[in-house]
C-alpha cells in the first residue's frame, strides 16, 4: 500500500502529528464518508472494463473500508468483489477466488488492480456466457472520505501502549495501525512509526508487529491480537 492515497483524508501532515523521535503519541480517531463514484456494473464483464480505469480509492475502499462498517464483525466475504460474486452473480468459483487475495501484501494499488483483473478475465474465459447481475444487485463502485477525530489523549511513554491500545476505538485502531500504511512512505503503521525512533530498543516489537496482517479478521480481533502482542513486549500493567 506505499505510496498510494487509498481512501481520501482530510489529515494534514500525519506523521508530524502523530509521532516524532521525542514526542508523545496523540491518538486520533476516524469514521468512513461514503460516496458514490457514478461507475455501476451490471456483468462481470462491465466490472473488469470498470475496474481497468477506477480510481485506486475505490479499490482500497472496497477492501479495507468494509472493516469499519457496522456489523462486519462476522463476515462472510473481507471484500466487496468476492461479496458481490457470490450474492449477485452466483458464481462460487470466482468469489472464492476473489476472497483469497490479501491487499495486504501489495505495496502498489496498481498491483492489486492488475491481479483483479486477471482473476476476473480468466474466469471470463472459462465461462460459457458472460453472467449478469439482477437488476437492483448491480456493483456500485464506491469511495469515501476518512474524517479524522483527535481523541485528546497522549501517550508518552510506549509502556502505555497495551492498556491504551486494548481501550481504543475501532476506529482508532483503522486510521493507527491500517490506513496509517498508506500514509506512510515506508508503508509504517503509527505505532511502529513512533517505536521505531526510540534508538532500537523496539526492534523486535516492530518486527512484531510489522509481521502482524489486519486483513483477514475484524477490527476488534485486531485490536486483541495488537494489545496482546504489546503486552508480551512491553509489559501487562494496565490490561
Not at 116 to 128: F, N, W
Request: proline share 3%; hydrophobic share 45%; glycine share 6%.
Amino acid at each position: 500500500m506505499n505510496g498510494q492515497r487509498g481512501v481520501q483524508s482530510d489529515v494534514y501532515d500525519s506523521r508530524e502529528r502523530l509521532c516524532s523521535r521525542v514526542g508523545s503519541f496523540a491518538v486520533m480517531d476516524c469514521a468512513l464518508v461514503t460516496l458514490a463514484t457514478g461507475r455501476r456494473a451490471l456483468n462481470l464483464r462491465e466490472l473488469a472494463e470498470h475496474l481497468r480505469v477506477v480510481d485506486l480509492d475505490s479499490i482500497y475502499y472496497h477492501f479495507w473500508g468494509t472493516l469499519l462498517r457496522p456489523g462486519f464483525d462476522h463476515p462472510e466475504f473481507n471484500n466487496d468483489f468476492a461479496a458481490w460474486a457470490r450474492h449477485a452473480l452466483h458464481d462460487y468459483v470466482l468469489a472464492e477466488r476473489l476472497a483469497v487475495v490479501d491487499p495486504a501484501e501489495y505495496e502498489d494499488l496498481e498491483d492489486l488492480r492488475r491481479d483483479l483483473l486477471d482473476i476476473i478475465e480468466e474466469r471470463l474465459d472459462e465461462r460459457e456466457f458472460v453472467p449478469w447481475a439482477r437488476s437492483g444487485q448491480q456493483f456500485n463502485f464506491l469511495t469515501a472520505v476518512l474524517v479524522v477525530f483527535d481523541t485528546h489523549v497522549r501517550l508518552d511513554d510506549p509502556a502505555a501502549l497495551p492498556s491504551a491500545v486494548a481501550e481504543m476505538s475501532l476506529g482508532s485502531i483503522f486510521y493507527h495501525f491500517i490506513d496509517a500504511r498508506r500514509r506512510d512512505p515506508k508503508g509504517l503503521d503509527d505505532f511502529r512509526a513512533w517505536l521505531c525512533g526510540a534508538d532500537g530498543r523496539y526492534r523486535d516489537l516492530c518486527s512484531a508487529l510489522a509481521a502482524l496482517d489486519p486483513y483477514f479478521s475484524t477490527l476488534s480481533q485486531t485490536r486483541r491480537r495488537l494489545a496482546a502482542l504489546l503486552a508480551d513486549h512491553l509489559g501487562k500493567a494496565g490490561l
